[in-house]
């Protein structure tokens, strides 16, 4: 039998798990299209950096307002400073050298400090992926994001989802829990294109080795994947019937077709994807 206690700790560790590939996902997804992009560029050619492309499409909106705030400090003669933008947990930072050619008045300096001022006060109440207003949404421990309910919402969803999914995989190893040796360390973790492969096997073995009343003679030893293919190993007592033997390797054989299959498919969808 698995302890709760150990089951809880990798509850904890899913969840830590899925609040980093949320970020991740959201941070390469968040990345500013290139329309935007080149609308920001229009605005102050000469101001333009790099970095922009880096920010979430949501602030477009009010990094468009401050590059056009800053380039109206130079009053068209020049650009008045060089720029970096970048996304912090404490909202849209963008660092400023100004041009030390210009005509520097206490005003412009106040101008372009409250300019910077504004941007980082106001990406704080935008969300990052449509620029509706929005506020600060921690996700878990260390995972921050601006965001409108609606995003908010989404993102909780994913994050539940992946948590239920953790939930619904221990609640099927109980289930299935015959076909393993008191404390196996055989552990369901497949990929999802295994996912249903694995369950449906388990479950015809299970179902063989009650209804033939073997239960205590026939174990699963080995999960595990390989290149995205599964593997599974079974063992039998030297007392089980030849028929079953063959019945049982049969379904394991059957596995390592279906996931062979599958994994090709998964492993063309995100070359296509790339
Ligand atoms: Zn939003």
């Known amino acids: 039998?698995?302890?709760?206690?150990?089951?809880?700790?990798q509850r904890k560790a899913k969840?830590?798990?899925?609040?980093?590939?949320l970020r991740v996902e959201m941070e390469v997804n968040g990345t500013m299209k290139q329309g935007n992009i080149d609308r920001v560029r229009a605005l102050a050619p000469?101001?333009?950096?790099?970095?922009?492309?880096?920010?979430?499409?949501?602030?477009?909106d009010i990094v468009a307002a401050f590059v056009q705030e800053v380039s109206d400090i130079g009053e068209g003669?020049?650009?008045?400073?060089?720029?970096?933008?970048?996304?912090?947990?404490?909202?849209?930072?963008?660092?400023?050298?100004?041009?030390?050619d210009m005509q520097w008045t206490d005003g412009k300096g106040v101008q372009l400090i409250e300019a910077q001022r504004r941007l980082y006060i106001l990406s704080q109440h935008k969300c990052e992926d449509c620029g509706a207003d929005g506020k600060l949404v921690p996700l878990g421990d260390r995972v921050i994001f601006y965001l409108c309910q609606e995003h908010e919402d989404q993102a909780r969803e994913k994050l539940t989802a992946q948590v239920q999914a953790f939930d619904a995989?221990?609640?099927?190893?109980?289930?299935?829990?015959?076909?393993?040796?008191?404390?196996?360390?055989?552990?369901?973790?497949?990929?999802?294109?295994?996912?249903?492969?694995?369950?449906?096997?388990?479950?015809?073995?299970?179902?063989?080795?009650?209804?033939?009343d073997l239960v205590g003679?026939?174990?699963?030893?080995?999960?595990?994947?390989?290149?995205?293919?599964?593997?599974l190993?079974?063992?039998?007592?030297?007392?089980?019937?030849?028929?079953?033997?063959?019945?049982?390797?049969?379904?394991?054989?059957?596995v390592h077709r279906l996931s062979d299959e599958?994994?090709?498919?998964?492993n063309r969808g995100s070359s296509d994807d790339a």
Not at 15 to 21: D, G, K, L, T
Not at 241 to 246: E, G, K, P, R, S
Not at 262 to 266: E, F, L, P, T, V
Request: charged residues 25%; glycine residues 4%; without cysteine.
């Open 1 to 9: 039998m698995r302890s709760e206690g150990l089951i809880a700790a």
């Open 15 to 21: 969840q830590a798990a899925s609040e980093i590939n």
């Open 46 to 60: 000469d101001l333009f950096n790099s970095s922009v492309g880096s920010l979430p499409d949501g602030w477009t």
């Open 77 to 100: 003669m020049m650009s008045p400073a060089e720029v970096r933008f970048e996304r912090t947990i404490a909202g849209l930072k963008a660092y400023i050298w100004p041009n030390a």
């Open 169 to 212: 995989r221990v609640r099927f190893r109980e289930e299935v829990s015959i076909l393993f040796q008191k404390h196996s360390t055989v552990w369901l973790h497949v990929s999802d294109h295994n996912e249903p492969i694995l369950r449906e096997a388990l479950t015809d073995i299970k179902k063989i080795v009650v209804d033939r």
């Open 217 to 231: 003679k026939i174990y699963v030893t080995k999960i595990n994947e390989s290149e995205g293919q599964l593997f």
């Open 233 to 254: 190993a079974v063992r039998y007592d030297p007392s089980v019937d030849h028929a079953t033997v063959l019945d049982i390797d049969d379904i394991v054989h059957h």
């Open 262 to 266: 599958a994994s090709m498919i998964a």
